[in-house]
């Protein structure tokens, strides 16, 4: 005898009926039109409007990372807290890969939270790695400035139209620099307090060369955010081909 499914409150429009992409239907209500029992945790994204997920738990988590993190080298402890912080980085890329996994995917409620959460925690370092001396204004704007744009613009697009997965990729590089780069900034530092001045001063270059690195290809990311965003609202024009 087979288990009788869940009554999804939030299907209003069947999916295999709406123009909507594929991509912003939660997984669960796709599962559930394409007549597939949902699992437990399926279940409970569709009782909380996508609330309680596991994706939304690490999402969480990272950003509690995040703030231990900063709070540790604020007070001195750059190595451990650069750690902490380099942990909490990591959820932010396990969020997205645990909730395809176990289908909880592409509710409102997780994109508004993954992108605060980003938000929130480039806040957070940056804050933390300017007050800290570690990082002048300048290399501030360079590795940063393109972060925010990107980040404005993949917010506004990923609610709008799934992103082209090139651009996501080089965002994911852009990401990688953004951390090497204070890495090394706090590295350099720390040769230099323990009297390796020669091998920190390299440390300083190599930390400003990935500077320029994350603020090029963070620039590359951010346009391809922009064009995918644009690219969206041209289709959306009455006329557009599809």
């Not at 932010?92 to 409102?108: E, H, I, P, S």
């Not at 001063?201 to 965003?229: E, M, N, W």
Request: proline residues 4%.
């Amino acid at each position: 005898m087979t288990k009788p499914k869940m009554k999804l409150k939030n299907l209003n429009q069947t999916p295999n009926n709406s123009n909507e992409d594929p991509a912003l239907i939660p997984m669960p209500q796709l599962d559930a039109a394409a007549g597939r029992q949902l699992t437990k945790l399926q279940q409970t994204a569709e009782r909380t409007n996508g609330v309680v997920t596991p994706a939304n738990a690490i999402t969480l988590l990272g950003l509690g990372l995040e703030a231990a993190g900063c709070y540790q080298f604020a007070q001195g402890n750059h190595a451990l807290g650069l750690g902490i912080m380099a942990v909490g980085a990591c959820c932010d890329a396990l969020d997205g890969f645990v909730a395809r996994k176990t289908r909880t995917a592409n509710y409102q409620v997780g994109r508004y939270l993954d992108i605060g959460a980003d938000g929130a925690k480039a806040i957070m370092l940056a804050g933390t790695l300017y007050s800290s001396g570690v990082y002048s204004g300048q290399e501030l704007a360079m590795n940063y400035g393109p972060k925010v744009v990107g980040w404005a613009a993949n917010g506004v697009s990923r609610f709008i139209v799934k992103n082209n997965p090139k651009t996501s990729q080089v965002g994911r590089v852009a990401e990688v620099a953004r951390w090497v780069a204070p890495g090394l900034a706090v590295a350099s530092s720390m040769l230099v307090d323990h009297g390796q001045e020669a091998v920190g001063v390299l440390a300083k270059k190599a930390s400003r060369i990935a500077t320029v690195a994350s603020c090029a290809i963070g620039s590359v990311a951010a346009g391809g955010y922009i064009r995918d965003l644009i690219t969206s609202r041209r289709n959306d024009q009455p006329g557009s081909s599809d």
